[in-house]
């Protein structure tokens, strides 16, 4: 079992920048794919980032393509998604969660264990 917790959300204004954090206990995640998802009011859950055990592939949605960046620190068993240039249309509950195979790992169904989800709004 992977007990995972969000941190780092809150509100920002348009153009600025967070970085939200996902710490796991209960079990190492060195050897999982990884992925952030967000969630609008009255939208479906949507993926965000993706990124292999290692760090050395990641993924994003086109809406999110470079201005967000996904990284791990192993070592500190934690996952990050620093954002940048954000937008309101970003204003979401942001999650992690452990996915079962990377390959795959772009819609919810593909992922295992989920954090509580961290509030993130953006102001215009």
């Known amino acids: 079992q992977v007990q995972l917790v969000e941190s780092g959300g809150g509100l920002v204004q348009a153009g600025g920048s967070l970085r939200l954090s996902c710490a796991a206990s209960?079990?190492?995640?060195?050897?999982?794919?990884m992925g952030w998802f967000r969630q609008a009011p009255g939208k479906e859950r949507e993926f965000v980032a993706k990124?292999?055990?290692?760090?050395?592939?990641?993924d994003y949605a086109d809406s999110v393509k470079g201005r967000f960046t996904i990284s791990r620190d192993n070592a500190r068993n934690t996952v990050y998604l620093e954002m940048n240039s954000l937008k309101p249309e970003d204003t979401a509950v942001y999650y992690c969660?452990?996915?079962?195979?990377?390959?795959?790992?772009?819609?919810?169904?593909?992922?295992?264990?989920w954090g509580q989800g961290t509030q993130v709004t953006v102001s215009s």
């Open positions: 969660a452990v996915a079962r195979y990377y390959s795959t790992a772009v819609v919810p169904a593909s992922y295992n264990y």
């Open positions: 209960g079990r190492t995640i060195s050897s999982y794919a």
């Open positions: 990124i292999n055990w290692s760090g050395s592939s990641t």
